[in-house]
Each structure stands twice: as structure tokens, then as C-alpha cells.
Nanobody, 123 residues
């Protein structure tokens, strides 16, 4: 059965860094792009980064561009999100997601989701 498991969330102060990881299981999960989607309270899900199966090209939302870096290790079925210079507005539940598309920058393009990991940034 397809499964995505995130780890690495937590409570940090503004300016700090966190690294999220997501381990995928199930053959179909590694054939397309993988992405990180976040959802803040009262807001819609927002894709902040995605990466193709080959490792490029990548997409970053304007809100995180220059601060977040997505990467993947297909040998380990793992995708990472390095988050630097965190801001209070980055506070959200972060989901790892997988799709059959080569790239996908919209949350609706991802049919497979992890359970999410909470990231809280205090000011």
C-alpha cells in the first residue's frame, strides 16, 4: 500500500532552520514529481515546492523562494525540504505529496499525501 511518512517538524524561533524529510513506500510513488504542500489555519493548501523524478526542474512558491530548498534521493525513496530563515508566516502543517505528473505546482495535482508534520515559528 502506498505510504508517505514525514518527519522533522517542530517549534522554532524566527530565523531558525528546519529540515523536513519524507520517506515514500509503494512503487507508484516514485514515478513522478514529489512536493511539499503546507496548510495554515484557515487557509487553503499551498504547494511551496516540488521536484521532478530526475531532480529537476523544481518549483518554489514566491513566499519561500530563496529560503527553502527541495531535494530527493530516489535510492532512498526520500524527499527533503530544507527551510532556512523561517518566518512566523511559515507556520503550518507541511505535507509531503506525490503525483504521476512530471512536475506539479498545485496541491490539486497530488493524489497521494502523507499525514503531515507541524511547523511552528515563533516571533
Amino acid at each position: 500500500q502506498a505510504q508517505l511518512v514525514e518527519a522533522g517538524g517542530g517549534l522554532v524561533q524566527a530565523g531558525a532552520s528546519l529540515r523536513l524529510s519524507c520517506v515514500a513506500s509503494g512503487l507508484t510513488l516514485i514515478v513522478g514529481a514529489m512536493g511539499w504542500v503546507r496548510q495554515a489555519p484557515g487557509k487553503e493548501r499551498e504547494c511551496v515546492a516540488d521536484i521532478s523524478r530526475s531532480g529537476g526542474p523544481t518549483y518554489y512558491s514566491d513566499a519561500v523562494k530563496g529560503r527553502f530548498t527541495i531535494s530527493r534521493d530516489n535510492a532512498k525513496n526520500t524527499v527533503y525540504l530544507q527551510m532556512n530563515s523561517l518566518k512566523p508566516e511559515d507556520t503550518a502543517v507541511y505535507y509531503c505529496a506525490s503525483t504521476f505528473y512530471t512536475t506539479a505546482s498545485r496541491a490539486v495535482d497530488y493524489p497521494y499525501w502523507g499525514q503531515g508534520t507541524q511547523v511552528t515559528v515563533s516571533s
